[in-house]
């Protein structure tokens, strides 16, 4: 029985990670970047207010896609 309690306990860690993965791969249309750009050379690191701007975005991925574009690895 336990082994029954671990194995599930794997395939629901196993599709958590899937679905985690899958999210930070949000697009974002060439619009959407420009605008990101523009407001966040206004106000800042302000994530809230430019996902504000922009209908259907969240601060959270917002603040990931600017990381991963304009992240500083030396």
């Known amino acids: 029985m336990a082994d029954t309690e671990h194995s599930s ?18 697009e974002f249309s060439e619009e959407e970047e ?3 750009t523009m407001v966040y ?15 259907g975005r ?8 600017w990381n991963s574009r304009h992240s500083t690895s030396e």
Do not use: F, H
């Open 9 to 26: 306990k794997n395939v629901t860690e196993v599709s958590t990670d899937q679905q985690s993965n899958q999210s930070s791969k949000v």
């Open 58 to 65: 969240t601060a959270e991925e917002i603040e990931k896609y």
């Open 34 to 36: 420009m605008l990101i």
């Open 41 to 55: 050379n206004l106000v800042g690191e302000r994530w809230s207010l430019i996902a504000g701007r922009i209908p």
